[in-house]
């Protein structure tokens, strides 16, 4: 599992479901089929349904193929699904998507550009988390090694911990904000990466500085642990 995966899905693109809505009876034993874990019968299945009259079919059927694909980890077919699903449904949600599998395709540039594409569209809509859509567009960076491009997207989630200055873990998780020590955990093997220990110390010192007073305390104990275990 990829860095960060517990929190949203897995393999470096955000878990997705199905639309809210009722499922098209076509497409039953696809989603079937998702749901047992066989993903070339998801194929077979949805395929067919990919011209159908109907837009809510087609979507869905471009979905089940992009979710198919993903999990196979045939990213630049993944793509062509999650853009014909963003055609039919220009979403912040189906941005994002687009933005990590192009990073899972190796196209940073691109993914940059639906990342930014899917903010945009969230400003208005808010159909996402941007904590959550931040992890997982770092996450899919991480997962191919590239973690000097991953360090903006894991300041911005720092950040956030520095403008809310709580760290109670009820208070974080009602606003949708991983727990403090899952941040912690998460976010050492970045920084381990792509910085050198002076760095390292001083990244996690402009986040204590702005932390609560219990924060700050678990945050120091936390860094002197993993600065010993690392000599």
Do not use: K
Request: aromatic share 8%; hydrophobic share 45%; proline share 6%.
């Amino acid at each position: 599992m990829g860095l960060f995966s517990r929190l949203f899905g897995r393999r470096g693109a955000p878990a997705t479901r199905l639309a809210p809505r009722s499922d098209p009876p076509e497409l039953a034993a696809a989603i079937a089929a998702l749901q047992a874990g066989d993903m070339p019968a998801v194929l077979r299945l949805a395929q067919p349904h990919l011209d159908a009259p109907a837009p809510a079919v087609r979507a869905d059927a471009q979905r089940l193929c992009a979710l198919a694909q993903s999990r196979l980890g045939a990213w630049p077919a993944a793509f062509g699904h999650w853009h014909a699903l963003f055609e039919l449904e220009p979403t912040a949600h189906n941005a994002l998507q687009l933005a990590t599998t192009s990073v899972m395709c190796g196209e940073i540039e691109r993914g940059e550009q639906w990342f930014r594409q899917s903010g945009e569209l969230n400003a208005a809509s808010q159909d996402t988390n941007p904590v959550q859509a931040h992890i997982s567009f770092l996450t899919a960076l991480c997962n191919i090694g590239r973690h000097a491009e991953a360090l903006p997207y894991l300041c911005w989630i720092r950040d956030v911990y520095r403008q809310l200055h709580i760290t109670d873990d009820t208070f974080l998780h009602l606003r949708g904000v991983p727990f403090l020590s899952v941040f912690l955990e998460n976010s050492w093997p970045v920084l381990h990466a792509a910085l050198d220990a002076p760095a390292i110390g001083a990244w996690y010192g402009e986040l204590i500085a702005d932390l609560d007073e219990d924060g700050a305390q678990r945050t120091r104990h936390w860094l002197a642990a993993q600065t010993a275990s690392v000599h």
